[in-house]
């Protein structure tokens, strides 16, 4: 076997083990996306009928509009405080150098690593004695702790790629260090800035573990979920299931897509954070 077949050999293999790794993780979602039209309330092949029937007993729950309606506040409160504590967090790292830098990075970027049970036990415990523990806000606060080293990571990889020497042309050129901050350092991290809002956003859009330590009676939707799990198997979970699913993947991919700014060339990233007025 010549060079050439081998590596068309190893490049199939290769998307082969891609296909089935991506089959392997979206079955089960595929699956609930198909059962949350059965007629059907038990999961079973063949489906009993197709219907909507579950999707109307979503729409006309109050206890899923109430999740949804935390959820939505949470994230959107959450990604907004994570992003601006990441981002702080990150150019502290890129601008200044000090004893323990190294420390202090890994201590920033930990929470994510500690399992979550641990995590919503010590909030839980933490909040309890500051009086915080059971409100929407004891979930925005575990959250925020949970998603600032996304928020961190993503505005750290950024800054990585900027010349250090365009703020210093910009305190010669007259600007002093918040009109350099504006005018330089956040048109360069716009992408990742908006990332990170997308980012967190899932993060907290998604996280159930924590939430259910702290949230007391303001119970976001994914714990609403386990509620239901608790209780009795509803067909109503594959609905809200998707529904969490596409927010969630839609958040991703936006992310991404900003992401993705970052590879333009350095001469189209110079002429953008070029224009500072003294």
């Known amino acids: ?29 595929a699956a609930s996306f198909v059962f949350s039209f059965n007629a059907d309330r038990f999961p079973s092949l063949p489906l009993g009928g197709f219907s909507t029937v579950w999707y109307e007993a979503v729409w006309n729950d109050p206890l899923v509009w109430e999740g949804l309606r935390n959820t939505l506040i949470a994230g959107i409160v959450v990604s907004v405080l994570a992003t601006v504590i990441g981002f702080g967090a990150a150019y502290t790292d890129f601008r200044y150098r000090f004893f323990g830098k190294t420390v202090y990075v890994a201590l920033a970027l930990l929470p994510p690593t500690i399992p979550v049970v641990i995590l919503g036990l010590a ?12 409100a929407i806000y004891s979930v925005m606060i575990a959250h925020v702790v949970m998603c600032a080293p996304f928020a961190m990571a993503i505005c750290r990889l950024r800054l990585s790629q900027m010349d250090p020497s365009l ?18 350092i956040i048109p360069f991290c716009k992408p990742a800035i908006f990332s990170a809002l997308f980012i967190t956003m899932a993060v907290s859009f998604d996280e159930f573990a924590v939430a259910w330590f702290v949230s007391g009676l303001n119970e976001t939707l994914p714990v609403k979920v386990l509620g239901f799990l608790q209780g009795q198997v509803s067909p109503r979970i594959n609905v809200i299931g998707t529904f969490v ?8 991919i936006l992310a991404q897509i900003l992401l993705m700014k970052r590879s333009a060339a350095p001469a189209g990233g110079a002429k953008e954070t070029g224009a500072v007025t003294p």
Not at 2 to 29: E, M, Q, T
Not at 127 to 134: A, N, P, V, Y
Not at 170 to 178: I, P, Q, R, S, V
């Open 123 to 134: 909030m839980l415990a933490f909040l309890s004695s500051t009086h915080l523990s059971g």
């Open 245 to 252: 699913f596409i927010a969630s993947m839609t958040l991703v």
């Open 167 to 184: 703020e210093a042309a910009a305190w010669n050129l007259g600007a002093t260090e918040w009109m350099a901050m504006r005018h330089v």
């Open 1 to 29: 076997m010549n060079d050439f077949n081998r590596n068309r050999l190893v490049d199939w293999a290769l998307k082969l083990y891609v296909a089935l790794s991506f089959g392997f993780i979206f079955a089960p979602i």
